[in-house]
């Protein structure tokens, strides 16, 4: 059960509470040396977090250690860190002027939320493995994961402003989001009419 690609993923759960710590040691006041030290302590967590999100799965590939306990902690672990980071993000960019990060934020969490249900259904039925993930779930997620990056990365990135491009990708992933999660759907619909 406590594979490595197992321990790798509970250690990505393990680092969410410091991931959030980080975020809320950061001073109000974005131009000072020790803002800058957390800020980027902040976005390597996130980075971090990220890879081992790939890395498990990889493991667990290469080494023959898929399991059932992996299956099920992966899409969780996945799941509870962007939503963590999202939330965190609307409360650093207030909706009343970055209403735009407020609805991208609900638009993913809601798509989740859907997808996670509509797996449930379909593990219900016996039907889990007709919804896999998709190509352009791929692409959404790892164009989510930069834009979260840069987003929390407050300061230029050599020379580039990070919070635009943030934005931009954060755009880019909200319409794979809605893209990938209309191809669930569509799936999931099929069996509903012999259900």
């Known amino acids: 059960m406590m594979t490595l690609p197992n321990l790798i993923t509970l250690s990505r759960i393990f680092l969410i509470p410091v ?5 809320y040691f950061q001073p109000a006041y974005t131009h000072t040396p020790i803002f800058t030290w957390i800020n980027f302590c902040l976005t390597g967590a996130y980075a971090f977090i990220s890879i081992t999100d790939y890395l ?26 962007v939503s963590t980071a999202l939330i965190m993000l609307v409360d650093f960019y207030p909706s009343d002027t970055h209403w735009y990060i407020t609805i991208a934020a609900l638009v993913i969490i809601a798509r989740e939320i859907l997808v996670s249900a509509l797996r449930e259904w379909m593990g219900t039925i016996g039907k889990r493995s007709t919804i896999n993930v998709s190509f352009i779930g791929k692409v959404k997620t790892f164009v989510q994961i930069f834009a979260i990056l840069f987003l929390l990365y407050q300061q230029p990135f050599f020379g580039l402003p990070s919070f635009e491009i943030g934005v931009a990708l954060l755009m880019v992933a909200t319409f794979l989001t809605l893209w990938s999660g209309f191809i669930y759907l569509q799936e999931g619909v099929k069996t509903f009419d012999t259900h």
């Not at 498990?56 to 860190?81: C, E, H, I, W």
């Open 19 to 23: 991931f959030v710590a980080l975020y």
């Open 56 to 81: 498990d799965g990889y493991l667990a590939r290469k080494l023959n250690m898929t399991s059932q306990l992996g299956a099920f902690l992966d899409p969780v672990a996945d799941k509870l860190m």
